[in-house]
């Protein structure tokens, strides 16, 4: 994906995650656990302009406090994209209630904590 994803959604995301792993390891652990994959809804891969993060779990809605936290980190990154990139969302979806073609779709990025699963 273009730039503007990797500097304002990628890189920051992925150190407000390792953040949350060492401040808080069950935080960590349950969001770990309930978000199958993460998946953006965006208008263009190599000149984004609008991304909406979608997050996808499996068999059940995730916890108030996934939720939460997502929510605030994708407040966060809006405000570090200032006027860079429009990001929406979260949007909480589960794949069991996601038909094939809504999730065709979007572009699938698997976990985006998967690298500090097993740590």
């Known amino acids: ?11 920051p995301l992925r150190t407000m995650l390792s953040d949350l792993r060492t401040a808080d ?3 960590a652990d349950l ?3 309930e978000i199958a994959e993460w998946a953006v809804s965006i208008d263009s891969r ?3 302009r609008r991304v909406e993060i979608v997050l996808l779990s499996d ?13 605030n980190a ?6 570090g994209a200032g006027g860079g990139l429009m ?11 996601m038909s094939v073609s809504d999730y065709r779709r979007l572009t699938a990025l698997a976990k985006p904590h998967q690298k500090f699963s097993n740590e």
């Open 87 to 97: 990001i929406l969302g979260p949007r909480f979806e589960r794949l069991d209630q």
């Open 1 to 11: 994906m273009g730039s503007p994803f990797i500097q304002f959604v990628a890189i």
């Open 74 to 79: 994708v407040d966060r990154l809006r405000e």
């Open 31 to 33: 969001m770990d656990g």
């Open 25 to 27: 390891r069950e935080a």
């Open 46 to 48: 190599l000149e984004p």
């Open 59 to 71: 068999g059940s809605t995730p916890s108030a406090t996934s939720q939460a936290w997502w929510r």
